[in-house]
């Protein structure tokens, strides 16, 4: 008897044919083998929205591959993912086979396991199920309603606002949430308030306390709201003190700190960009690589369960063997003598069983790290002591807050805690999003007191603050929302912040999402016409329809029917009702100073800025950030023009900012508002000028020498003082790749030299 077993991925393919021995054949689909045409019609509305699927033609050699070893094979193994998109390509490749007629009385098994390791392989082919056809419909429902977005929705874009655009039903909302966060920071006034602390010191220990009440009366945030104020709360209680606080009362106690349940693919995400600075696609590239396989000696090994998972369930043999491994490494006291148990929020985390952690974790990162790149270790070891510590003891904090009085009934209190007992924060602490301290992470020391004794009053100091508006995302709070309003699931995410980035709707800088010109224009567009589909409410019912759909208790035809009429209707109803202008133009009550006609806010080529709306009879336009009456440039201090010795002023043009002549169009001299950076490498080819690190107009990193345009080297990845071993030329450059890691490869076409390399081992260019 001969088999044949489909799973995704090459990786994952080696890995699994060397577990199951002989008599298995291991293939891989690469992903998706099937999927709806690409054009109108794909999914046929008016005959219960019926699919119309071509192969996808990269797939198509693989997929003659398949064909060509079930000809001789007994019987079907599909192996793909234990998840809905899993499920859908397990079913995908038996249609295409039933299709061959190769499955002509030949059984198919579906196997499903959540970690690849001989053990879980072997028992998942010894007990194989049916396909669950519940989740082929709700993965098919999913890709037909985004199939019928976009397609109608996306046209509607380029009518009203401007060709390329595209919408999605998971990606407008997530637009939304940015757009929103942007117009509450613009719409944001801060307000001054102060606060007044005490500078005391007891036993020579200096200490710091808050001022909570003045005069008796408790101060609230906004209780001190200017200087003369503050100073005058001072003067009153460095008179009535003398140099000395009483200490009124003092408080101890002692709390418990829970470690954090083992990770779900969003709660991975998240601490992974919060702590790694991984973006989720990075993230979820890594931990498919850990999953599939790494080689550890002369096997491969899958390192991690299952990435794509809502469960915050451990299977039991993984609990005990993990308490084994506290008991040895950190000590039995450390082991709960009831094993903690998290609970699942999501609605539909049957679909995964496990949360994710370590196929064993005897695997301690520390002994496999030379297996491993450097982003696969950082990954993994996260994954371990997140999973290592949520099966730990509780850490016990001491605190310690004490009021100290004077006067008229004046108190500061002074608060502080030590970790009595670390337990599971000896291996693991969670992460927050934009936190300025992490509160327990940090001891504040007060020294010993007693109740009745007066320390030494060193200083009253009032502070002056601002409130502050509310932080941008970055991609861990961006996940986080997503998943609190039931946007999306945890597996999309990545895919859906990527979408927002490569139709420039918005921009990750430093760190944070800034929506783009274009980006508000859709978003206004989407949430004054299209309400109901960028409602979070709306878009998190439709995600609980089709999580019912892939549970068995609702049929996926009857939710298509419900969704499709109105939207079509309302599609057709503004392709008529609204005009371009009134999507792309914002009135403004200012008159033209040229003309005297109203003028508008309106959307170009490069982003928005202010025109007349007697447009082209008047052609007057400003900058939108521009006040009405300034026209003057901003001049860069202490430099001229170098060839005509004109102002350098600074520019904005199509790409963004830059330094041009103040003397244009008589003298066209321009260049980058950002200094590029020196690498310190010398040009292997003037041998005079170095490379720099600079930014194309699309904003990719190239390297290239700083004598150009007299010398035209350039070169895109990072270059390194080091000779090709090979061919001795003077510079080798780090490459990147998603499997291998990064590698020290030689620059010139004509040679092949290519090493693989730590970062950890090379001094690069700061970036």
């Known amino acids: 008897m001969s088999a044949l077993v489909i799973v995704e991925s090459p990786a994952k393919a080696k890995t699994i044919e060397k577990y199951l021995g002989k008599g298995f054949t291991v293939l891989a689909s690469y992903g998706h083998v099937r999927d709806l045409i690409p054009k109108e019609g794909a999914v046929d509305t008016e005959n219960d929205f019926a699919m119309k699927y071509a192969l996808v033609e990269r797939n198509q050699r693989h997929v003659q591959e398949i064909a060509k070893v079930m000809k001789k094979a007994d019987e079907l193994y599909l192996a793909t993912d234990p998840d809905r998109e899993g499920e859908a390509i397990a079913w995908h490749v038996s249609e295409l086979l039933k299709d061959k007629k190769l499955l002509k009385d030949k059984p198919v098994h579906r196997v499903v396991f959540h970690e690849i390791t001989k053990k879980a392989i072997q028992k998942a082919i010894k007990e194989p199920r049916e396909l669950a056809m519940d989740m082929v419909d709700a993965q098919q429902a999913r890709r037909a309603l985004d199939y019928l977005v976009g397609f109608n929705l996306s046209p509607l874009l380029w009518k009203k606002i401007r060709r390329g655009l595209s919408a999605g039903r998971v990606q407008s909302p997530a637009l939304r949430l940015i757009v929103e966060r942007e117009l509450e920071i613009e719409a944001f006034t801060n307000r001054e308030y102060w606060s007044i602390e005490a500078d005391v010191k007891s036993e020579s220990l200096p200490f710091k306390a808050k001022l909570t009440h003045f005069s008796g009366d408790k101060l609230s945030q906004f209780s001190v709201e200017n200087a003369d104020y503050a100073n005058k709360i001072k003067d009153e209680i460095t008179t009535a003190a003398v140099g000395k606080l009483l200490v009124k009362k003092l408080q101890k106690k002692q709390r418990k700190r829970n470690p954090a349940a083992p990770f779900t693919t969003s709660t991975l995400q998240q601490e992974a960009a919060r702590k790694l600075g991984f973006t989720t696609k990075k993230t979820m590239q890594i931990a498919q690589q850990l999953y599939e396989g790494v080689t550890l000696g002369s096997e491969s090994v899958g390192l991690i369960t299952y990435m794509r998972t809502d469960s915050v369930h451990l299977a039991g043999e993984a609990v005990d063997e993990i308490r084994d491994l506290i008991k040895t490494r950190y000590g039995k006291e450390n082991v709960p003598k009831t094993v903690p148990v998290y609970k699942t929020k999501a609605k539909n985390a049957q679909e995964a069983h496990e949360a994710i952690r370590p196929s064993s974790a005897l695997r301690v990162p520390e002994d496999i790290r030379g297996s491993l790149s450097d982003d696969q270790y950082k990954l993994y070891l996260l994954v371990w002591k997140r999973t290592v510590a949520s099966q730990m003891v509780h850490a016990l904090i001491d605190g310690v807050s004490v009021d100290l009085t004077c006067g008229n009934e004046h108190v500061f209190r002074a608060t502080g805690s030590t970790v009595s007992k670390p337990g599971f924060m000896a291996v693991y602490l969670e992460g927050k999003d934009d936190s300025k301290e992490e509160d327990d992470n940090k001891e504040n020391l007060l020294p010993p007191m007693k109740e009745g004794e007066l320390i030494d009053l060193l200083s009253v100091i009032p502070n002056q603050h601002f409130t502050e508006p509310p932080p941008r995302y970055g991609e861990a709070s961006l996940v986080k929302a997503l998943e609190e309003r039931g946007i999306g699931r945890p597996s999309t995410y990545a895919s859906i912040i990527s979408t927002l980035q490569n139709r420039e709707y918005v921009e990750l800088e430093t760190k944070r999402f800034y929506p783009t010109d274009v980006g508000r224009i859709v978003n206004k567009f989407l949430t004054q016409h299209f309400t109901n589909y960028v409602d979070y409410d709306f878009t998190a019912k439709l995600e609980d329809d089709l999580d019912a759909v892939s549970r068995g208790e609702k049929s996926w035809l009857p939710l298509m029917k419900k969704f499709w009429q109105p939207f079509k209707d309302l599609i057709v109803d503004k392709e008529e009702s609204v005009r371009r202008s009134d999507v792309t133009q914002e009135a403004m009550d200012e008159k033209c100073p040229e003309c005297s006609k109203p003028l508008s806010i309106r959307l170009g080529r490069n982003g928005?800025?202010?025109?007349?709306?007697?447009?082209?009879?008047?052609?007057?336009?400003?900058?939108?950030?521009?006040?009405?009456?300034?026209?003057?440039?901003?001049?860069?201090?202490?430099?001229?023009?170098?060839?005509?010795?004109?102002?350098?002023?600074?520019?904005?043009g199509r790409y963004g900012k830059f330094i041009g002549c103040s003397s244009y169009p008589d003298c066209k001299h321009m260049e980058p508002l950002e200094k590029p950076k020196d690498t310190n490498v010398v040009c292997p080819d003037c041998k005079k000028g170095t490379i720099l690190e600079r930014k194309s107009r699309k904003g990719k990193i190239f390297y290239s020498c700083s004598n150009y345009p007299k010398c035209k080297y350039a070169l895109w990845n990072a270059p390194i003082k080091e000779a090709c071993p090979s061919c001795q030329w003077p510079i080798l450059t780090v490459k990147i790749t998603k499997r291998r890691g990064s590698e020290k490869v030689c620059p010139q076409q004509e040679c092949s030299y290519i090493t693989p390399v730590s970062y950890t081992h090379l001094t690069l260019p700061t970036s």
Do not use: H, M, W
């Open 608 to 652: 928005r800025f202010i025109g007349c709306t007697d447009y082209p009879e008047c052609g007057y336009t400003r900058n939108l950030n521009d006040d009405a009456e300034s026209a003057e440039p901003e001049v860069v201090e202490g430099r001229q023009c170098p060839k005509c010795e004109s102002n350098l002023i600074i520019r904005a």
